[in-house]
């Protein structure tokens, strides 16, 4: 059964793990999951070494606090957090001040009880870095799903090989990898927008100029016969990216639902479709 994050992260791949999971190889020595934001897929890889990479700092060190916090001391934590700001699915007011308290703090317990709280438990930051989620009214709690999907994810944090680090997607040190190795990729889409590449979190944006970056990058990895595998979309919502259509030519491509697979550029319902995507070089 596989682990989902307790974070509700957009673009999150917990939907799609077993298509994803049934196209990666067996033997894998360091997973790289270089785009991990809620670290769905990384979680659940079984190798060696895993390495959670994100631009996100805050999302980095609070994997980090999981990594190393014992989990009856954690959910101790988030009660006394539940219990102070008197938070509830209506206090509305609770939840305020729970996240200017945490704007000032950056305590990370605090920042994972606002996402439990927050709209859709969306972790979203504005320019200057502060969170600025709104409230989930009647929706958002921190409830026994995300209990135990927590509990889960901490345990497996701290029972596998995991290392962390927090570079853009450039600068990561591939250099020490070999064909024992996987590099994963769930990068933001270039034809749709999630709430981390807006233009206005404060973080590097994703457009053209990153999408070539990278996709250079993988075909750097290939050379070296390093094996990577790039999840995408080459459709969405009436929009297509050749670029990224014509560049997989060179690779296999794994249909996520494989209905699309035989009729890939006449959709009659073109607008209405997304077609996703695994791309791999083994
Ligand atoms: C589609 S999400 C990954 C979702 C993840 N696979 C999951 O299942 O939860 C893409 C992530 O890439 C990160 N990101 C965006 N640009 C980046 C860059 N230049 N370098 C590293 N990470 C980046 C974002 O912060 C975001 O967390």
Redesign the pocket.
Known sequence: MYIK?P?N??????KILEPVFQAFPADIRTFV?????????GINAEAETIIC????NY?IEMFQMFQSTEIHELLERIRDIISTYQLTQQNKDGYYALRSDYNQTRDLTKLFVLTCYAFNHQIRFNNSHEFNSPFGRNRSSFNSNIERNLTRFCLALQKKNIQFTN????ELDYSKLGPEDLVYC????LIST?N??DGNRG??D?KEK?ERELLDLLDRLNQKGIRFAL?NVFYHKGLSNELLIEWSRKYRIHYIDKTYSNCNYQFKERDAVTVEVLITNY
């Open positions: 994050s974070l992260y957009t673009g999150g791949k917990f999951d270089v785009f991990a934001g809620g670290f769905n897929i990479n994100d631009q996100i999302l570079r853009d997607f450039t769930d990068p933001p889409y999630g981390y590449n973080f590097k994703w990153e999840s």
